[in-house]
């Protein structure tokens, strides 16, 4: 059966905004939206428009055209075309609600997911809250199967944009959530400046990134593990490291992960056992997202707390709420 798109792309022309000359005026047609202005044009794909430009779009360097690449290689081309049964019922978002959910209201008005990957947590949050008005973004070339798969949803919608120059116009948006993806792109600091653009005033974002572990010895000593297969990872072909995540993840469970299940078990060493790098793995299954996540990824931007702090800071954020983890920090802030 034929799937009507309109509702979908109708809703995506009402806040986008060109990323070639930053017009948001837009005529649709049956496969294209095309800016009056630039005349660019950006095809439909299942109910979700791509406003990804081609690779030739002018970069500031050849680092940023390698991370682009990089990127899109890695997360961009690796999204599912999920039956709606696998969505699972909580996913990143849950982070979030446990943090700041009792103080503040997260999810209001319309509501931004950027990097929604396979579109769990847009997915949710759409489903959880009729009335709200949902919009997804992110690098994956097959966004337009997770829009697919969530064509139902009439509040929820897809399209496929860049962090760092979102598709979308000046204070269109109420609430943003964003897990893990600024700290894999070139700039972070510009991507929360995006988000703060396009954020309404009295809108909130809530964001999740990787921390230096600072004062965690085991995990620090991690991330220089982590830093030194990274850069040997990326002189490798990606499908190629993705094995190699495979092969050394029996020794990641030996060093880190049983070791730390073990600490775990014993009441006065539970701290301690936390504290291990992946110390939830129980088989190379469990680890091997977060592996090839960190791993094969372009670029790990890690952050201590005032460094994440001066993120929303100097984006124009207030009223900022910073969690710590073993896992990260979490912060929630408004734009007044």
């Known amino acids: 059966m034929k799937l009507d798109n ?10 986008a905004r060109c990323p070639a000359c930053k017009s948001s005026t837009w005529l649709k047609r049956e496969k294209n939206i095309m800016c009056c202005q630039c005349e660019a044009v950006f095809s439909i ?8 430009p081609n690779l030739n779009k002018n970069y500031k360097s050849s680092h940023e055209r390698y991370i682009y690449e990089r990127a899109l290689e890695n997360w961009g ?5 999920y039956e709606l049964n696998d969505v ?11 943090h700041f959910g009792n103080r503040h209201t997260l999810f209001k008005g319309v509501v931004l997911g950027i990097g929604c990957g ?9 489903q959880k809250y009729p009335g709200l008005l949902c919009f997804g973004v992110d690098l994956g070339v097959n966004i337009g199967g997770v829009a697919r798969r969530d064509h139902s949803i009439t509040n929820l919608h897809y399209m496929r944009g860049d962090a760092l120059d979102l598709p979308l116009e000046n204070k269109v948006v109420d609430s943003i959530f964003s ?16 988000a703060y653009r396009v954020l309404k005033p009295g809108g909130s974002v809530c964001i999740y990134l990787y921390t230096n572990h600072e004062n965690n010895l085991p995990k620090y000593l991690g991330t220089q593990v982590e830093k030194f297969l990274t850069n040997f990872m990326a002189v490798i072909p990606v499908k190629i490291g993705r094995m190699l995540c495979w092969a050394m993840s029996p020794f990641i469970l030996l060093i880190f992960s049983w070791p730390g299940q073990l600490l775990k ?6 701290k301690i056992g936390g504290s291990f790098p992946l110390h939830w793995g129980t088989t190379p ?17 890690r952050f201590s707390r005032k460094a994440f702090q001066s993120l929303f800071e100097k984006s124009g954020f207030t009223n900022l709420e910073i969690v710590t983890t073993t896992g990260g920090h979490f912060g929630y802030a408004e734009k007044l």
């Open 6 to 15: 309109s509702c979908h792309v109708d809703r995506i022309v009402e806040v």
């Open 45 to 52: 794909q299942q109910g979700s428009v791509d406003f990804i």
């Open 77 to 81: 081309e690796i999204l599912h075309e």
């Open 88 to 98: 699972p019922e909580t996913y990143h978002h849950i982070h979030f609600v446990n």
């Open 118 to 126: 396979s579109g769990f947590d847009s997915q949710w949050t759409a």
């Open 179 to 194: 897990y893990g993806v600024f700290h894999h792109t070139s700039e972070p600091q510009k991507c929360l400046d995006e």
């Open 265 to 270: 078990k014993i009441p006065s060493l539970k």
């Open 285 to 301: 299954a469990s680890i091997i997202g977060d592996l090839q996540d960190r791993l094969c990824s372009p670029v790990n931007h």
